[in-house]
Structures are given as C-alpha cells and as structure tokens.
T-cell receptor
Framework: QKEVEQDPGPLSVPEGAIVSLNCTYS??????FMWYRQYSRKGPELLMY????GNKEDGRFTAQVDKSSKYISLFIRDSQPSDSATYLC?????????????FGRGTSLIVHP | EPEVTQTPSHQVTQMGQEVILRCVPI?????FYWYRQILGQKVEFLVS????????KSEIFDDQFSVERPDGSNFTLKIRSTKLEDSAMYFC???????????FGQGTRLTVV
C-alpha cells in the first residue's frame, strides 16, 4: 500500500468556489502534515503545515488533519485563477533529528474565471 | 527572503556522462535534501545530509549517486553515469532541523539523451 494517496485530478472549479483537496495516508508515525503548491516546472512552495490533529487557518486557506482517520484536507475559500496549480500534500515522521517529507502525487487545480 | 538556489536550471547530457547538480541551501539551515520528480509523477525523496554525512537515503539513491558539501555554502548531487531514466526535475531542499517544513529550490531539469 502506498504511504500517501492523493487524487491527481484535475479538479476544475469556477472562480469564487470553495475548493477541497484531500490526502489519505497509512503510516501512523507521521507527525507533521504539510501542503505545498507547485507551478509547472517549478519547485514546491510551502503553503501550510500542521502538527497533529486539528485545523489551522491562514487567510483563504484552512488545513485540517484527522489522525484517527488518517485523512488530511486543504480548503481554499474564494478561489482565484491565480490559485491554479498542483497542490501536494506531504507528511513527515522524525528521522535522525529532522523530518523528511513524503509526498503525495499532487492534485492539479484549475480555477477558471 | 532567503531561498534555496539551484544551478543550472536545465542540463542536457548524453547517456553515460557524469553530471553535477548544484544547490546553495538557506544559510542557517543544517539539513539538506535531494528529491527528484519524473515528469507527471510524485516528488520522491533521494537523500538527506547532515553534519557532512548522509543521514538517510532511499532505494533510488544507489551507487550511481553521491552527495557532497564541498564548502560552507554549496551542496551537490553527482550522478556518475547517467541513464535515460535519470531524466527528471531534481529539487534541493533544506531546513534547520527539528522542524517539519522543508524549503525547496526551483529545481534543475535534467535531460539525458
């Protein structure tokens, strides 16, 4: 079983819609949960990270973690065409003093005007 | 804002040739990583590096690969004898350690012909 599962999409929504992006995982040792945004042929850009279960909000973005279900979500409110990108979830467990992110395959989001 | 920088942005090489990909991590970071992303696939962990030695590596990181921190600022990935299947985006990342979020460079696109 793959460690981190993420639907590749594409997910196409109209401008202003609420977007929900999700990942599931199998490794109970994951402690940190991150969302990255990646534009075509560019590096992943960290959007948010959370530790353990709960919600975290940053502007139009809300990250949600449910460790009991091994399920994480990213919600984008009032989506904009500039939000069009691939969204990668990543999770990490302690390893030698640091945390090594393990990525999902990313969901392609298209926000059309 | 400090950032991870990678050079070159695009490298074309012939099969069997050696390549060196270069990275300058964020200056006060202590942990360094290399990831790769084959076109259309997920971002995959290759290796982590701390205190001038490899702290963890994946199955992908075989004897063809090596990493080095030749001076106080650069971090390099060497592929000794490139294969066609080494064609991918290679991302360098760094963090201070003891934290989850890793900061990624813009990547080097390696094309093996």
């Amino acid at each position: 079983q793959k460690e981190v599962e993420q639907d590749p999409g594409p997910l196409s929504v109209p401008e202003g819609a609420i977007v929900s992006l999700n990942c599931t995982y199998s490794n109970s040792a994951f402690q940190y949960f991150m969302w990255y945004r990646q534009y075509s042929r560019k590096g992943p850009e960290l959007l948010m990270y959370t530790y353990s279960s709960g919600n975290k909000e940053d502007g139009r973005f809300t990250a949600q973690v449910d460790k009991s279900s091994k399920y994480i979500s990213l919600f984008i409110r009032d989506s904009q065409p500039s939000d069009s990108a691939t969204y990668l979830c990543a999770m990490s467990e302690p390893s030698g003093g640091s945390y090594i992110p393990t990525f999902g395959r990313g969901t392609s989001l298209i926000v059309h005007p | 804002e400090p950032e991870v920088t990678q050079t070159p942005s695009h490298q074309v090489t012939q099969m069997g040739q050696e390549v060196i990909l270069r990275c300058v991590p964020i200056s006060n970071h202590l942990y360094f990583y290399w990831y790769r992303q084959i076109l259309g696939q997920k971002v995959e962990f290759l290796v982590s590096f701390y205190n001038n030695e490899i702290s963890e590596k994946s199955e992908i990181f075989d004897d063809q690969f090596s990493v080095e921190r030749p001076d106080g600022s650069n971090f390099t990935l060497k592929i000794r004898s490139t294969k066609l299947e080494d064609s991918a985006m290679y991302f360098c990342a760094s963090n201070r350690g003891g934290e989850a979020e890793a900061f990624f460079g813009q990547g080097t696109r390696l094309t093996v012909v």
